[in-house]
């Protein structure tokens, strides 16, 4: 949890509250955050553990060994704020276990895109990624917790493949994405981060490839085929005047003109050959900066 969730926090806070999970545990990636972030969620304080890194990152290993240390609940749901665990037909999760009971599960990604211009109610499934999924765990049989993929367990278990999906929100809007690349880490090309002056510069000249990596990356996953019907999470719930509060750091026009050459990119990406090739190689192993229109 950072700064740059803060818009969509609630959202996801609530979505969990309502079927039925007793607490959500927010790991703060930077403790110099701390106050700002429990602050804005005060109204919440009773459905929140904080845990708090002892050191500023985003290392999957160190962050998932905190959580699982700390959990005392039965089950552990390791999510991020844009993934929404679709239950439906069932109201709660634990009408939704007497149905698929078990020990471990497997929740499978289906991706989907909020950026204005396609329709969030479709996705595509993930199974081309190399961990298409994240998991839940009984947390009595947790050995370790290595990444937010998947758990060791202490002894051998059976792992449900479970049929409800995990709805992975990339883009809850376009300003999300954007949001991202000023106040997180571009975490395809070795972890790059995008400078606030790159992103400046790319609203500044001419070229529709100079957007950054995340933003290219939104615009192939928003051009994939999307055959599967889903139920989106409430975007209308998403905080606003918060979202725009990020986005005044490089100002309205400029993220107007990116949303302009995002849509110029987007529209001139070839979804055949050369992205077809690509997208078979994982979105993880494209070289994002070598992907122009």
Known sequence: MYIGEIP????????????????AYLIITNKSETEMIQTYLQ????????????????????????LAKAVTETYLLHVDV??????SPHKTIAKALK??????????????????LSNPARAFDAHFSSKPH??????????????????????????????????????????DILIKCMTGRNYVNKQKNTNIGEIIRAATT???????????MLALVSRVPKPLDIKPPNYASI?????????????QDKRNILFEK???????????AQVSQYYRRGLSGITWDALEV
């Open 206 to 216: 001419s070229s529709v490839n100079n957007i950054p990596n995340r933003i290219k």
């Open 99 to 116: 149905e698929e009971p078990g020990s471990k599960f497997h929740f499978y990604w289906h991706i989907t895109v909020n950026d204005g």
């Open 82 to 87: 844009d993934e929404f665990l679709d239950i």
């Open 8 to 23: 969509y926090i609630k959202m996801f806070l609530d979505y969990y509250r309502n079927i039925g999970f007793d607490r």
């Open 43 to 66: 109204a919440y304080a009773p459905f929140i553990t904080y845990i708090i890194s002892p050191v500023r990152t985003i290392r999957l290993p160190i962050l998932s060994e905190l």
């Open 134 to 175: 994240k998991t839940m765990c009984k947390t009595s049989l947790i050995k370790t917790w290595k990444d937010s993929h998947n758990c060791e367990t202490l002894s051998p278990v059976l792992t449900i493949k479970s049929r409800f999906p995990l709805i992975h929100c990339y883009g809850r809007s376009f300003n």
């Open 262 to 272: 995002y849509k110029q990119f987007r529209a001139g990406l070839d979804m055949g």
């Open 239 to 251: 905080d606003h005047d918060a979202e725009q509060q990020l986005i005044d750091i490089i100002g």
